[in-house]
């Protein structure tokens, strides 16, 4: 079994370079990157596979130390959620603490991190 792409498939996805949050542009790395970890592989389709993945992702501009580094930021999440105790006031967000705001590059990331230990953060692109 191998992987399947129809023929008019274009591997366009969210340029890096695009006016979006990065954490945006990390959800593209992780769903290209872990697509095929359901479909039973061999080694050689599953190589080839990474290869086309990361083929991909530079033709859309992503730097391969942003591709690492989602992959490891992926792996170090996985392990701090998993060592969390779920009931812990810190980590359990209501509607309450969640805000939303409107997306605008460099100004949305320095709010967030202002407000990332009382409320949760949410992005609105503009005009959408």
């Not at 701090?80 to 980590?91: I, R, Y």
């Amino acid at each position: 079994m191998s992987i399947y792409r129809k023929p008019t498939h274009t591997d366009r996805y969210l340029d890096y370079n695009s006016h979006h949050p990065v954490q945006h542009k990390r959800s593209v790395v992780d769903t290209l990157l872990n697509g095929a970890s359901q479909i039973p592989l061999t080694q050689a389709e599953r190589s080839r596979d990474r290869k086309h993945v990361l083929k991909v992702l530079r033709d859309n501009n992503y730097l391969l130390w942003f591709t690492n580094n989602c992959k490891s930021y992926r792996n170090l999440s996985d392990s701090v959620s998993s060592n969390t105790d779920s009931s812990d006031a810190s980590t359990s967000f209501t509607s309450s603490n969640l805000v939303v705001i409107p997306y605008v590059r460099g100004v949305s990331e320095k709010i967030s991190q202002v407000l990332c230990n009382n409320v949760k953060v949410g992005f609105k692109l503009l005009g959408v």
